[in-house]
């Protein structure tokens, strides 16, 4: 399979940047949602983590999270290119 460069950039250039996005998995329509969400309801689930740390795995996406993390120094034999020229290779892996 050939890639063109044009064919590359094309590729990452297209629609929104990036190759992810994060969308919410509760309802954030009204007050009471957001209210939820952040404070104060908020409260009761970091009380309850703070005293039982796995329960983390319910109540936050800590179970669903993965950090690819590179300094650039090593892009797929491009060499040292630096961090930001890393990032379409990071969101690849991802």
């Not at 983390?56 to 020229?85: E, F, H, M």
Request: hydrophobic share 40%.
């Amino acid at each position: 399979m050939l890639i063109t460069k044009q064919a590359a950039l094309d590729y990452h250039a297209q629609g929104r940047p990036g190759k992810l996005k994060i969308v919410a998995t509760k309802p954030m329509d009204t007050q009471l949602d957001l209210s939820l969400a952040y404070s104060p309801g908020v409260a009761y689930p970091v009380l309850e983590i703070a005293q039982n740390q796995d329960l983390a795995y319910d109540y936050t996406a800590k179970g669903n999270l993965v950090a690819v993390i590179s300094n650039g120094t090593a892009i797929l034999g491009l060499g040292n290119r630096g961090a930001q020229a890393s990032k379409p290779v990071m969101e690849g892996k991802a």
